[in-house]
Structures are given as C-alpha cells and as structure tokens.
C-alpha cells in the first residue's frame, strides 16, 4: 500500500486520476492547483471574417425592381445596386424549391434531391422533396466554421409528410444547420393570418394575430431581433442569416398603406407597362442598344390577350391586382431598409456580404383572368367548371385584405419578366433570368473601384455558396457528418467581383422543369424546349438560340443549326443523366396522385380532444381529401353557450359548425358554413340540442368535385345541402381547430363579431372519420394514370 502510495506521490503529471482521460489534452493531478486546464478547440472564423445576409424573394420577376428598370419605387434595393454589383445576366431554376436546395448547395437541384416543388413525392431521388444527406447547406458549412445561423421565412424544402409537430425534423431548418428559425415551412401562406408559423422546432401557437398584423413585417422584425441577440451575445462571432420571404408568392396581400401608394399606376395596363420597362431597361444599361423585345407570348396556353381588347371592368379588376402586386414588392424594399438599417445600427453594415435575389421569374398561376381565389384557381386545372370570373368582379374592393387571395394574370407576369419571354416553370429565361445583388463595402475597398457596378457574365445560383465561401474564407470538406459530398456544381464569381472583364466559367448548364428542358452551353448557344403535357418528347420540341446576339430567345435558328441541335440536345441528355433528371414529368399528373406508404397513418381516424392545437394542414387535409368523411362532435351544450364546435379551412376555403345567437331559442342554433374558396353558403340546422349530445358532420363526396352534408344530432338529420363544391388542391389551408376557430376565419362575419369565437360549453371531443373515396379520385386511377403516361415514355 505505501509503496502505491510513494510511486503516485512525485509527479503529478505523470498521475491519472479514474476515469476515462483518453482524449484529455492536459495534465490532471490531484487537485485543480496541480493540473493543466484544457478545453476541446471551437471552430474559429478568420480574423475579421464577414457576416453573411441572403435575401430571397419568391416569384419576383427580372423586371420588377427600380433598378432593373420597374416603376415600382425600390429606393433601398436601388441603393444596394448602386454601391454593389449588380447582375444583369443571372439565372436560377424555374422554381422555388429547386432554386432553394441549390443555392443553399452549390449543387444542381436534381442531385440535391429538390428537382420539384416539395409538394409531390413520387419515389424518385431526383424529386425527393428534401435535400439529400450528402450535400451540405451553407449554413452547415458556416455553423462548423463557427458562425451562428439565422433563417427567416418561407422554407419549402421539407416533405409535406413531415411537416407536422410529430416530424421527423430531419429536413426542417435547424436539422440542416441553421442555429435559429422562425417562418413557414410550406410554400406560401395568408400574409395577413399565417396559417402556421414555426419558430425553432415547434409550432408558435397562435389563436388571433393583432390587428393589422402583415407577415413580412413580422419576419423583418424577426431576423432584426436574432441579429442583435446573436452579436450582444458574442461580438466576435459572425452571423450567416438566410431570409426568405414568403412574398411576393401569390395569395397577392398587402399593407393598406402600401396600396394606396399604388392605386392607378396600372391602368394603361400590361402592355404599356411592358415597353415602358423595356426602354428603361435599355436606357439604364442594362441591355444592350437594339436588344429587341419579343412579341407579345402567343403561345398556346400561355398567350396574352392584348390590354386593349379587354372589358372596362376587367382591365380595372387586373390593374387592381397589379396594384397589390405593386405594394408587395414596396413592401419588400422598406423590409430591406429596416434590415440594412440595422446593420448599420449594430456596425455591422460594412462587413456584411448582402446579397439579393429572386427564386424564379414572375408567375403564371394566375393564369389568364386572374382570380381573387387563389386554391380555386389550383384546382381549376382539374375542374375547368369552377371558375368564378364574376365572383372576382364583385370582390374587387377585397383586393389586397385578408379575405381575399388574389393573384394577377398571366399577363402581368409577362411585364414583370421583360423582356424575356414566358414564365415561371418554363425553361425559356423568363423562368430563370431574375435580379442578383451583392453588396459588401469592407470587401469591394479592399478589392478596389473595379469591384463595384454591372457584371454581364453568364453566372448561376449554384456559383453563390462557392462564392460566399470563398469570399468568407469557408472552407467545404469532401465528407461531412459520415458522408462524402457531392462535388459541387457552381463555381466561385471571386474573379468576376474582381474584374468586370473577367470569364466567369461555370461550364454548361442544364435546366429542367415539369417536362421543359433547356441546356446552355458555356459560351453562346442554347436549346430550350416548351412541353405540352400529354404529347412525346422528341428532338423536335428543341429550339435553338444565339445568346450573344438575341438574349431575349426572338430567332429561333434550329431549322439552320440542326447538327448544333442535335449537339447541345446530347450535352441536355447526359446531364440529364449524371444529374438524376429522369423521369420526367409526361403531364399526367400521377407525381401528385402517387404517394408513399408512410403516408397512410396520416389518413386513420382520429379523436381530438378539447384544447388540442391545430391539426397540422397535410394531415387533416389526408383526412378529406377527395373522398366522404364523418366528423363527430361529443358535446355537452347548456343555455346560453355559443362559439365554434370544429372549423377547418380559412378565407382560401373550409367548413365548420357554429353555435350561433338566435332570437328564437337561447340555445342557440347550430349552423352549418361551407366556404366554397371564397363563396360562403350557411346552413340552419335548427336549435343546438342541449346536454350531452354527439352532433355528426356527415359528408358524401359522389363525385365531379362535389360534397353533399347532412348534419345530425343523434339519429335525426337537422340539416341537409347538396352539390356543394368539394374542397381540393391545398385547400382547406388551415388545419382542423376544435372549439374554436384560430387565425384566418371560414366565416368571416362571425369572425368580425366574435373574433376565434372558442365554444363557451363543454365540448370534449372531434372525431374525423374518412371514408371511400370519390368515384373520381385519382388515387383510385394510379393504373390508368400510368397507361397514359406510358405513351408518351
């Protein structure tokens, strides 16, 4: 025993105390005085490392910025244009998740797992709906080298499976590296009521927004709010803050305030408007003298009827759309005052690299008329007998508000991507040509005068995170968390910032969108195809542009080049192939219809219990969509209760029962609301039984996009109404509420009086039961839907 003790007693380095060290990297002894402290490395940014500051807006076309040559006042991008580089030849993808999964990647967005909106997911890699486990996001990569992580906004890269509160999270923001999230997970919302915010991991539980509450407000309040915690909490650490705003994605809202700015600039309409920016454009440098602008889209489908063959009380309902469209994009200028502003205020400003940009070009879906019902307008495309036009007439005063989800014709997107032609999905520029900014002071000094104004160079969203790497010395490993990443696709624009004369060589390009394929390459040719659903591919769809002598796709030279045809529809097929491209999308609409097996738990029963937050939106709508279903109500009603015994759905569309005044019976009566995308239809079913009582939702869906109701109390029918249109596409938007109904109300009246209007009896539970399917449901067709794919194979 002593000589252990005399062997231990000399070197106190030399001692280990129990317990596992291995990995220790000092010096333990018996006491802290007689030990060497040490602690595990933290990743540390580079002396004087910038922050980082992206801003994405959605479906903001190339032309749609003062600065790019809009009317439209954007003093605070203008600015950042002026004292930045500004782009004026830069493409994305032809839609919003892919353009997502790609800048945040550098990696094209097939390969990343994101060649679709992440709203099918019909069992292939290439359209995964999530980013795959070997590619990493900036914020990952930023994170490990010791910056904190901020995203704002609308995220759009997670399963619609997935997006409820039981998850899995593996795809949500902070699962991909962000430190901080807060925004909406979907593709868009009601940006005066949300249908759900997210912040971090959990749902913000939210009964009733304040009074003239607007969502991009809100996330501009946010990302301020984060930026200054994070640089009070520790100065020296450098911030990575993704903004993604969820405008100006239709439904088409705005601040009243912002839309008075606006009212009767669009009355000469879109065709004035589009030569307007044009000579703008070209007056600004930012196209060459003589760059022509194409005629008008005639395309089959996509044309647009010239302004002035139009009715008086359609031009003034569009140019009142436009208007909204208008406020919208003032409204995301004044959020990039506030944020820039910020920087300024916290010293930050100089130091930041500030990029801004577009996820596609302008969009189409409001489709010819434009519609103050956006969900009606989605699923017009399978219901062609739904359409409303005079319905929207009588709304235009609602333009802008809460109650209404607008969206502009297609023409208006057509002006907002001069002088390209075409939309958003295509593969023509107007899909994929949008504003690019980068704005960083500190690093345009240090690298000159040069590094300031316009860059011409052909550059792509994959270049951006090889660019803010290496501008921010962020080095991108060739494994990461137990995988070996993908090579990216993008190439730095370092040199280009450097020098505006420089080569910017990203190499070819590939693009593709729901059947539309297009192929750049590198230098001065491109082949672009328009797909008409239903009809084969072949060689003969390809058209064929000299991009160095007609930008704008007005010459199509295929019928002179058909070698170099034949040439660049190789170089689109073998990046097809390496980039997981295939299949493509024939048209049939089975991508939306054909859904995985892990998706049948979310379409069993369930019973929800009084004070139950509101079912997720995918999940309840699983509960009706396309098909019958029974929703019952176990309540315990006295004298003198009112409120709202279940609601699902919004102003976009939704039903629900109401325990409602009457004059007759202070019990009340029970009211049947269906919101049939705007159109409200009430049934009075009598007076609310009252004690306990099961009052039952029985709905029969028999086909052709119609639900017949029956309501009953106990074994007796108390309300019945046939024919009334089924809800579909994303609508219901808002999930199932029990007792009350939160948010954007089905029933907007009540809402105006009662506000969420919760129940004031006992109510216990709801419990939705679904049944058969519609006669017509498409996923009752999966064969004939692949038949018919199959023969354009």
Request: charged share 25%.
């Amino acid at each position: 025993m002593s000589g252990d003790q005399d062997q231990g007693a000399g070197d106190h380095g030399e001692r280990r105390a129990a317990g596992p060290y291995e990995g220790f990297g000092g010096r333990v002894g018996n006491t802290f005085a007689g030990s060497e402290s040490w602690w595990p490395p933290r990743p540390e940014p580079g002396a004087g490392a910038p922050n980082v500051v992206v801003v994405l807006v959605d479906d903001l076309g190339f032309a749609d910025l003062g600065c790019y040559g809009s009317e439209i006042p954007t003093p605070n991008i203008d600015r950042l244009a002026a004292n930045g580089v500004q782009f004026t030849n830069f493409h994305v993808t032809p839609m919003c998740s892919p353009t997502r999964a790609a800048l945040l990647t550098g990696v094209n967005p097939h390969r990343a797992g994101a060649g679709h909106v992440a709203n099918s997911d019909p069992g292939f890699p290439g359209y995964a709906a999530e980013m795959a486990d070997d590619v990493a996001t900036a914020a990952e990569l930023f994170r490990d080298a010791g910056y904190h992580t901020i995203a704002v906004g609308k995220w759009h890269l997670t399963k619609d499976a997935d997006l409820s509160d039981a998850g899995p999270r593996h795809s949500w923001p902070l699962q991909r590296g962000f430190d901080r999230y807060y925004g909406v997970l979907d593709a868009f919302t009601n940006l005066h009521h949300p249908h759900r915010l997210v912040e971090d991991n959990h749902t913000v539980e939210v009964d009733r927004y304040p009074d003239g509450y607007y969502v991009t407000d809100d996330l501009t309040d946010r990302a301020i709010s984060m930026i200054r915690h994070a640089r009070a909490s520790n100065p020296s650490q450098p911030f990575f803050c993704y903004f993604a705003h969820i405008a100006v994605h239709a439904p088409l809202q705005c601040k009243a305030s912002d839309h008075d700015r606006h009212r009767g600039r669009y009355d000469a309409g879109w065709d004035v408007l589009r030569e307007e920016r044009h000579r703008r454009q070209v007056e600004l440098g930012l196209l060459p003298e003589g760059t022509a602008l194409p005629p008008r889209n005639s395309e089959e489908g996509d044309e647009v009827l010239p302004w002035d063959d139009l009715d008086p009380a359609d031009q003034a309902l569009y140019a009142r759309y436009m208007e909204v469209y208008a406020a919208m994009v003032d409204s995301v200028d004044q959020s990039v005052g506030r944020l820039y502003d910020a920087l300024e205020e916290t010293g930050d400003a100089d130091n930041t690299i500030f990029l801004f940009l577009s996820d596609n070009g302008a969009s189409r879906e409001g489709e010819a008329a434009g519609t103050t019902a956006y969900f009606r307008s989605l699923v017009s495309k399978n219901a062609t007998d739904i359409e409303d036009h005079g319905f929207d007439l009588e709304r235009i005063d609602l333009a802008g508000t809460a109650q209404a989800l607008v969206h502009y014709p297609r023409g208006w997107a057509m002006a907002s991507n001069t002088p390209f032609r075409l939309y958003k999905i295509n593969t023509h520029a107007g899909g994929h040509s949008v504003p690019f900014i980068l704005h960083w002071p500190a690093g345009q000094r240090e690298r000159g005068d040069a590094a300031g104004g316009r860059r011409d160079q052909w550059a792509h969203v994959t270049d951006l995170l090889p660019t803010l790497c290496d501008l921010a010395g962020v080095t991108r490993p060739a494994e990461r968390a137990g995988h070996v990443l993908q090579p990216l696709n993008g190439v730095s624009l370092e040199t280009v910032l450097v020098d505006p004369g420089a080569t910017h060589d990203h190499g070819s390009q590939y693009t593709e969108m729901a059947g539309h394929r297009g192929f750049y390459d590198g230098e001065r040719w491109e082949v672009v195809t328009r797909h008409k659903e239903l009809t084969p591919f072949g060689d003969n769809e390809w058209e064929l542009y000299d991009l160095t002598a007609d930008r704008t796709e007005t010459t199509d030279l295929a019928g002179e080049h058909p070698e170099l045809v034949t040439e660049l529809a190789a170089g689109w097929e073998q990046a097809a192939r390496d980039n997981q491209v295939y299949p493509l999308d024939e048209g049939s609409r089975l991508r939306y219809v054909i859904r995985p097996d892990y998706e049948l738990p979310y379409e069993a029963p369930v019973r929800l219990a009084s004070g139950t937050h509101t079912l997720e939106r995918y999940r309840s709508q699983l509960l009706i969509q396309w098909r019958s279903f029974d929703v019952d109500v176990e309540v315990d009603h006295g004298t003198g209760d009112r409120g709202v015994l279940v609601a699902h759905g919004d102003q976009g569309g939704g039903y629900g029962l109401y325990v409602v005044d009457t004059p007759d019976d202070p019990a009340g009566e029970l009211v049947f609301v269906h919101n049939g995308y705007g159109r409200l239809s009430t049934t009075r079913c009598g007076p609310m039984p009252e004690g306990p009582s099961t009052v039952r939702l029985e709905v029969t869906a028999p086909g052709h996009w119609r639900w017949n109701v029956r309501v009953l109390a106990g074994d007796s029918c108390i309300g019945e109404v046939d024919d009334l249109l089924m809800l579909g596409a994303m609508a219901p938007f808002e999930g199932i509420d029990v007792g009350i109904d939160r948010r954007s109300p089905v029933w907007w009246d009540v809402y105006q009086q009662h506000g969420p209007f919760p129940y004031s009896g006992t109510l216990r539970s709801v419990t939705y039961t679904p049944g058969d399917r519609a006669p017509d449901a498409g996923t009752r067709f999966l064969d004939l839907l692949r038949e018919i794919g199959m023969r354009y194979e």
